[in-house]
């Protein structure tokens, strides 16, 4: 299928592990995997195509030293937008992470370096992040003249709450280590430096669950938190009724029965 052909992409790489799990990578570390018009459009092409091209997982991954700088800078100060070409930049932005966060494929992100700006919309739209001591996250738009486009309204502001991300871009605060963690911005943090082989433990994990349960937990829920309490309610009963009667899931549910499935138990 042509949506998992690294070949036929210009700025991510895209590579194949067992299970249906890729992990998808930004590529041009020597501009800090900055988000020009190009690696959005394949972004959208490829998590437009990810369910239907058999991926069960992405891990999602920036090459170098820095997860991503965010919007090209460069590239938006050359082009000299006028506002109707700029909302429509952004109009794809949202293409793309909406894509990805509704689009129900789960997506692990490994960041190390800076997660900035559009770095920290896209890697806001993944479902999972992991990240290093150095991580760091940050809005600088307030120092650059600008304003977010890419959904760090909408997405930072679910993580964080609304007052911190305002700080963040308003002040160009700096988020990083476990405080980050403690904040929402980030689920895990390795120890090591090891945020690509946790995310990849994770994704690994993550791709052996049933597809269409991993559908639900990467769409429904994102679906049902736009929704108000009583249609989520009703929404869920919906999706639940679907993904809890799958004949799919009988093996496992016949597991537990038998005592052959693993049981929950506390961390050692
Ligand atoms: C870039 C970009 C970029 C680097 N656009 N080219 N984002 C920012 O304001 C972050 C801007 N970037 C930085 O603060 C730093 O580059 C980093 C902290 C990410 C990395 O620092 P460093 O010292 O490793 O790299 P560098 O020397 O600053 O940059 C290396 C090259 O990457 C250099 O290009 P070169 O051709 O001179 O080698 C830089 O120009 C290039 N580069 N970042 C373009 N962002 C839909 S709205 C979204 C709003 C936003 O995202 S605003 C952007 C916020």
Same mark, same amino acid.
């Given at each position: 299928?042509?949506?998992?052909?690294?070949?036929?992409?210009?700025?991510? #790489?895209?590579?194949?592990?067992?299970?249906?799990?890729?992990?998808?990578?930004?590529?041009?570390?020597?501009?800090?995997?900055?988000?020009?018009?190009?690696?959005?459009?394949?972004?959208?092409? $490829? &998590? /437009?195509?990810?369910? %239907?091209?058999? *991926?069960?997982?992405?891990?999602?991954?920036?090459?170098?030293?820095? $997860?991503?700088?965010?919007?090209?800078?460069?590239?938006?100060?050359? +082009?000299?937008?006028?506002?109707?070409?700029?909302?429509?930049?952004?109009?794809?932005?949202?293409?793309?992470?909406?894509?990805?966060?509704?689009?129900?494929?789960?997506?692990?992100?490994?960041?190390?370096?800076?997660?900035?700006?559009?770095?920290?919309?896209?890697?806001?739209?993944?479902? !999972?992040?992991?990240?290093?001591?150095?991580?760091? &996250?940050?809005?600088?738009?307030?120092?650059?003249?600008?304003?977010?486009?890419?959904?760090? #309204?909408?997405?930072?502001?679910?993580?964080?709450?609304?007052?911190?991300?305002?700080? %963040?871009?308003? #002040?160009?605060? *700096?988020?990083?280590?476990?405080?980050?963690?403690?904040?929402?911005?980030?689920?895990?943090?390795?120890?090591?430096?090891?945020?690509?082989?946790?995310?990849?433990?994770?994704?690994?994990?993550?791709?052996?669950?049933?597809?269409? #349960?991993? $559908?639900?937990?990467? /769409?429904? !829920?994102?679906?049902?938190?736009?929704?108000?309490?009583?249609? +989520?309610?009703? +929404?869920?009963?919906?999706?639940?009724?679907?993904?809890?009667?799958?004949?799919?899931?009988?093996?496992?549910?016949?597991?537990?029965?038998?005592?052959?499935? +693993?049981?929950?138990?506390?961390? /050692?």
């Amino acid at each position: 299928n042509d949506v998992v052909n690294s070949d036929s992409y210009e700025r991510l #790489t895209i590579s194949e592990r067992d299970n249906g799990l890729y992990v998808v990578s930004l590529n041009r570390p020597e501009k800090r995997n900055a988000l020009d018009v190009v690696t959005i459009e394949e972004l959208i092409r $490829f &998590f /437009s195509g990810a369910r %239907m091209a058999g *991926v069960r997982a992405v891990l999602l991954a920036g090459e170098g030293d820095h $997860f991503c700088a965010g919007l090209d800078l460069v590239e938006h100060w050359k +082009a000299d937008r006028s506002p109707d070409d700029f909302m429509h930049v952004c109009l794809r932005w949202h293409e793309a992470f909406n894509k990805m966060e509704y689009g129900g494929v789960p997506i692990i992100a490994a960041l190390q370096g800076a997660v900035v700006g559009g770095g920290l919309e896209l890697a806001s739209a993944a479902h !999972v992040r992991v990240i290093d001591p150095g991580t760091y &996250f940050a809005l600088p738009e307030g120092q650059r003249g600008i304003f977010t486009g890419g959904g760090a #309204t909408i997405r930072v502001s679910d993580m964080i709450g609304k007052y911190r991300m305002i700080d %963040m871009i308003l #002040t160009g605060r *700096v988020y990083q280590g476990q405080e980050a963690v403690d904040l929402g911005l980030a689920q895990y943090i390795t120890e090591d430096g090891g945020s690509f082989a946790k995310a990849m433990e994770l994704a690994d994990k993550v791709a052996q669950n049933l597809p269409l #349960t991993n $559908f639900a937990i990467c /769409s429904a !829920v994102s679906h049902m938190n736009n929704m108000s309490g009583m249609d +989520a309610a009703y +929404a869920e009963a919906f999706v639940g009724g679907i993904v809890n009667t799958q004949p799919a899931a009988r093996e496992r549910l016949e597991a537990f029965a038998n005592k052959t499935a +693993a049981r929950v138990r506390p961390n /050692s």
